[in-house]
């Protein structure tokens, strides 16, 4: 069982920057793939970025990547997400979720937005960006 509590959402103007948490506890090793979602009111969760966390690697939607950065520190079991450049179509709950290593994935790990895939689920913080 993996517990994720995701932290550091706010309100922000056109053009700011919040640097969200997501703190894993119980057993974190055992669901290395961490991935950051949002789901604004009355659309799909979409997918942002994993990482694995064995080796900090990191995938990324493609209409995210150029705004947002997944990092963690292994020794608070916390991983992150930088968003830059915040526009207000960015207003939207933010999860952080946990799931397993698939074998085959070779030379890309977690390179899934798949929610099936993922296992463990926070509650989700709020970001609010104003024009």
């Known amino acids: 069982q993996v517990q994720l509590v995701e932290s550091g959402g706010g309100s922000v103007q056109d053009g700011g920057s919040l640097t969200l948490s997501c703190a894993a506890s119980?057993?974190?090793?055992?669901?290395?793939?961490m991935g950051w979602f949002r789901q604004a009111p009355g659309q799909e969760r979409e997918g942002i970025a994993t990482?694995?966390?064995?080796?900090?690697?990191?995938y990324y939607a493609d209409s995210m990547k150029a705004r947002f950065t997944a990092s963690q520190d292994k020794a608070k079991n916390t991983v992150y997400l930088q968003l830059n450049n915040l526009k207000p179509e960015d207003t939207a709950m933010y999860y952080c979720?946990?799931?397993?290593?698939?074998?085959?994935?070779?030379?890309?790990?977690?390179?899934?937005?798949?929610?099936?895939?993922?296992?463990?689920w926070g509650q989700g913080t709020q970001v609010t960006v104003s024009s």
């Open positions: 979720a946990a799931g397993p290593y698939v074998y085959g994935e070779g030379d890309r790990p977690c390179s899934t937005f798949a929610l099936s895939r993922y296992r463990y």
């Open positions: 990482l694995y966390t064995y080796l900090g690697s990191t």
């Open positions: 119980g057993y974190p090793d055992g669901s290395p793939c």
